[in-house]
């Protein structure tokens, strides 16, 4: 069984810094990565990165939000600077081996003055 631990969410101020982890319990993911959702709205991806650190991004988040990923610790990053409000969202991680998608339980990012 595929276990994602994602932590580092938290209340941030308008401009500020966060970094997110994500834990995975098996190593060999093809695609990680990093979705938010908004209550009442669709999840959408934040950032993906291949298991040969191809990256991508939203256009949202270009210039500001960095995915990283270390493959020894089966640990994927999410730096996430020069944060606005309406980055405000629940933050899950995602990971795709052999077709299949695992979800973790998402981690809150509140971005508030």
């Known amino acids: 069984q595929v276990q994602l631990v994602e932590s580092g969410g938290g209340l941030v101020q308008p401009g500020g810094s966060l970094r997110l982890s994500c834990a995975a319990s098996r190593s060999d993911f093809s695609v990680m990565g990093w979705y938010r959702q908004d209550p009442g709205k669709q999840r959408d991806m934040v950032a993906t990165?291949?298991?040969?650190?191809?990256?991508r991004y939203a256009d949202s988040v270009k210039g500001r939000f960095t995915i990283s990923r270390d493959n020894a610790k089966n640990t994927v990053y999410l730096q996430m600077n020069s944060l606005k409000p309406e980055d405000t969202a629940v933050y899950s991680c995602?990971?795709?081996?052999?077709?299949?998608?695992?979800w973790g339980q998402g981690t809150r990012v509140t971005v508030s003055s």
């Open positions: 990165i291949t298991n040969d650190l191809t990256t």
């Open positions: 995602n990971a795709v081996r052999d077709g299949n998608n695992y």
